[in-house]
């Protein structure tokens, strides 16, 4: 009885069950975990495989991929909307979930993003925002913003003013704006 069980101590056993095993079992699973963890490799290889043909097909095959995709874009623009305004907020809802489980990596693409098209994006913006209906907009949303938050804003400048740091930056730019324009007599207001 002795025998077995300083046997028992040093068989191996499964990494996740614990269950004993054969000495000569190198995966170091028992037959059921074993299977879960062959079908979880296997589909990361089958991902690879996919991932690396399609990069190989993409790059033959870029002309007629975009021909395609315009032609397919289309043809279901409407049954994409209908399928957008049927599941509208289960989308939303994914989406929402979907970014908070992922904020970082996010973060990083669209930071990586950003500075390789930089140049080709301020240019985007800036046509983006002459196109007059879009210029509209802006203004309605700023002045919107201006009218809600405008107390807001005025409490904050009287806190701001108050500073004493501050009242000494604005002294020393009225001393300089007044020494600058003396002679033409624009700046009529005494220095504090």
Not at 67 to 94: D, I, P, T, V
Not at 106 to 118: G, L, T
Not at 162 to 183: A, F, G, S, T, W
Request: with cysteine.
């Amino acid at each position: 009885m002795a025998r077995r069980k300083n046997r028992s101590k040093w068989a191996k056993r499964c990494k996740e069950c614990g269950k004993v095993i054969a000495p000569q079992n190198k995966s170091g699973f028992c037959s059921t975990h074993y299977g879960i963890d062959y079908r979880k490799r296997n589909k990361e290889r089958t991902r690879q495989q996919i991932k690396e043909y399609g990069k190989e097909y993409r790059e033959k095959n870029a002309e007629k991929i975009k021909e395609y995709g315009k032609e397919y874009r289309e043809k279901n623009k409407e049954s994409r909307k209908e399928h957008y305004q049927k599941n509208a907020e289960r989308l939303k809802k994914q989406s929402k979930e979907y970014y908070q489980k992922n904020k970082e990596r996010i973060k990083e693409k669209r930071k990586e993003y950003y500075q390789k098209n930089k140049e080709r994006i301020l240019q985007q913006t800036k046509e983006y925002r002459l196109i007059p209906l879009i210029r509209k907009r802006i203004k309605e949303k700023r002045k919107e913003y201006y009218q809600k938050n405008k107390e807001k804003k005025k409490k904050y400048r009287k806190e701001h003013l108050l500073i004493p740091e501050v009242k000494e930056r604005i002294n020393e730019y009225r001393r300089e704006y007044y020494q600058r324009n003396k002679d033409g007599k624009r700046f009529n207001r005494k220095t504090s």
